[in-house]
């Protein structure tokens, strides 16, 4: 019997199989002759907190699709295998003169994972990488191949950008890029009551910031990157001091094994909503000792996004892979939620079907396109059938 685990090992599952595709073809050999309730799930790099790989029969494997197919230099577009790593796109990508608009902290994941799940960075007029995409090339529930883009499915392809691998195999991605860019980054500390008191100030002021907020020194490390055409400073500095091209300054290497609840609030509670997580780890949570994350991000128009249609600020919260989570993931959520809070679909969050739909607008729409290319269930893992609207 073969087994799977992400990269935290916190998630794992013993499956029937666990293939490792290598074609179109054997995808879709192995989606045709799936017995009656077997279902399938497709894995990246495995770099989620949340049970999204796990909870289906099978698991498929796309480390085998990777690399840049083609790019489009006039247009500024890339057509890129899912299974791709975001770390080796910098380099293949400037070989060409393009990037990415925009990445997260973290490089390790797939591309396709990243877009499944609305991975996103920092920066209140950039968006996540999911809004970024242009067409995406799938596999869908009988096993067809189907190339789909706002041409083929109209507004319904917003349903598809941050597509939670429900509706089908996900095996080229077409991204919107930019022109190369390099990056200068400042890093500087605040209290956690210079913070709470300048937060609107600092995010109007810097395009990308973010900070870290350390519970137990109530002390914050603000970064703050801005385009630059000075020349990369070789070798690249440690974080927070770096001056390079965007791949070599948005990434950073967070090797410690840990769990994460992310939520994303309108980016004028943001301010309040971090003051009442930093009040709840100073007078009750005071055994924690990992940070809380703060970021920003613009709207766009994905049906699943966490920015969707509003203005937005993210708020993340961590714990040592070691310790239960769930009693201190439980309060913070609890003051999301106040703040009408979307989870990220890649990380810890407890709410269900009923939930999601009061945050989503277009929730039950997202299910009915994701049931026609997928009309026998098979992509549905026990997640998404315990979320899914009542029919």
């Not at 500390?189 to 600092?202: F, I, K, P, S, Y």
């Not at 900070?211 to 914050?220: A, C």
């Not at 703040?339 to 009923?354: A, F, I, N």
């Amino acid at each position: 019997m073969a087994y799977w685990q992400n990269w935290s090992g916190k998630l794992s599952q013993k499956l029937e199989a666990l293939h490792f595709v290598r074609s179109v073809e054997d995808i879709s050999a192995i989606i045709r002759e799936l017995a009656p309730g077997e279902r399938v799930r497709v894995a990246g790099a495995g770099h989620s907190h949340a049970p999204l790989v796990i909870g289906g029969e099978r698991i498929l494997d796309l480390g085998g699709f990777s690399g840049v197919k083609n790019t489009d230099v006039h247009h500024q577009r890339a057509r890129i295998s899912a299974g791709t790593p975001i770390y080796t796109l910098g380099q293949a990508l400037h070989s060409s003169g393009l990037a990415l608009r925009n990445q997260g902290d973290i490089d390790r994941q797939s591309l396709g994972g990243a877009c499944a799940t609305g991975t996103h960075g920092s920066g209140r007029a950039l968006q996540n990488l999911s809004a970024n995409i242009e067409s995406v090339q799938l596999i869908d529930g009988e096993g067809c191949l189907r190339e789909l883009s706002r041409d083929s499915l109209g507004d319904d392809f917003d349903a598809v950008k941050v597509g939670l691998g429900a509706f089908g195999v996900v095996t080229e991605i077409e991204m919107n890029c930019r022109e190369a860019f390099k990056l200068r980054e400042v890093s500087f500390q605040r209290t956690g009551d210079e913070l709470v008191a300048n937060l609107h100030q600092m995010m109007q002021t810097h395009e990308r910031f973010e900070f870290f907020w350390q519970p137990r020194q109530d002390q914050g490390l603000v970064k703050t990157m801005a385009e630059t055409d000075d020349a990369p400073e070789y070798p690249i500095a440690k974080e927070g001091e770096r001056c390079g091209w965007n791949y070599e300054v948005l990434p950073n290497h967070r090797p410690h094994l840990h769990t994460e609840m992310e939520y994303s609030v309108a980016a004028a509670d943001g301010p309040a909503c971090f003051a009442e997580i930093r009040d709840l780890l100073m007078n009750t949570f005071t055994e924690v000792q990992w940070p809380v994350e703060y970021r920003t991000l613009a709207q766009d128009d994905a049906w699943l996004s966490n920015a969707y249609e509003r203005e937005t600020v993210t708020i993340s919260v961590h714990q040592d892979v070691r310790v239960d989570e769930s009693d201190y993931y439980a309060a913070c959520e609890s003051i999301f939620k106040a703040y009408q809070g979307r989870p990220h679909w890649g990380k810890v969050h407890y709410l269900d079907g009923e939930n999601l739909a009061s945050l989503y607008p277009k929730w039950r729409d997202w299910w009915r396109l994701r049931d026609h290319l997928d009309p026998r269930g098979i992509f549905l893992n026990d997640f998404l059938s315990r979320v899914r609207p009542k029919r």
